[in-house]
């Protein structure tokens, strides 16, 4: 297996304050995502990292933010958490591009926004 | 953008019944994979196959690319193959790094 932590894996917030998610990896990976799995959505991209610093929007980015300040980390960052950011979230890398590689996932990050 | 439809949506075995699961897309793709999440909700990769025939002992998948789908089977069923299977695709007609996954097969393999 693919060594990828997420921290913290559940986690209860209130509407309106921030909240950092963290993805480490031991693989040494340059490609990193963020994505969220909602009921009836599947998963869906926030936001990927193709290099330290070098990052780009998803398909659902409002609202969220990252850092990628060393290759293992990725920090995912809701700058005011709302409800509809309730969701469960995955991070996953890849050595090569998503065209030609395969994406290996962390366990996952189960957030409830009250 | 690109669409990806799984069928069935649900499906329910008997243990050591074989089945076919299925993925159709609307463009070519680059990359294709199938995920299996376990009750559990952890994600494992089962097969990257942008085209072409891969087993891995008793799951194996097929992708025609030409014609747009790809089919995953499972011989043998054991209650542990129980979860959720999604195809994810990635498009050159969509933006780069864009993995887009369908809504899932859910399977539950009966003892």
């Known amino acids: 297996d693919a060594g990828i932590t997420q921290s913290p894996r559940h986690k209860v917030t209130e509407t309106g304050t921030p909240v950092t998610l963290r993805c480490h990896q031991t693989?040494?990976?340059?490609?990193m995502y963020w994505y969220r799995q909602d009921p009836g959505h599947g998963l869906r991209l926030i936001h990927y990292?193709?290099?330290?610093?070098?990052?780009d929007k998803g398909e659902v980015s409002d609202g969220y933010s990252v850092s990628r300040s060393k290759t293992e980390d990725f920090l995912l960052t809701l700058e005011s958490a709302t409800s509809s950011q309730t969701s469960v979230y995955f991070c996953?890398?890849?050595?090569?591009?998503?065209?030609?590689?395969?994406?290996?996932f962390g366990p996952g990050t189960r957030l409830t926004v009250l | 953008g690109i669409q990806v439809e799984q069928s069935p949506p649900d499906l329910i075995l008997q243990e050591g019944a074989n089945s076919t699961l299925r993925c159709n897309f609307s463009?070519?793709?680059?990359?294709l994979q199938w995920f299996h999440q376990n009750p559990w909700g952890q994600l494992i990769n089962l097969f990257y196959?942008?085209?072409g025939t891969k087993q891995n002992g008793r799951l194996s998948a097929t992708t025609v690319a030409t014609e747009r789908y790809s089919l995953l089977y499972i011989s043998s069923s054991q209650t542990t193959d129980s979860g959720v299977y999604f195809c994810?695709?990635?498009?050159?007609?969509?933006?780069?790094?864009?993995?887009?996954f369908g809504s899932g097969t859910r399977l539950l393999v009966r003892p």
């Open positions: 196959i942008p085209s």
């Open positions: 693989e040494n990976h340059r490609y």
């Open positions: 990292s193709y290099g330290v610093k070098d990052t």
């Open positions: 996953a890398i890849s050595e090569l591009a998503v065209w030609t590689d395969t994406q290996y």
């Open positions: 463009d070519s793709v680059n990359n």
């Open positions: 994810a695709v990635e498009s050159p007609g969509d933006s780069s790094y864009k993995l887009i």
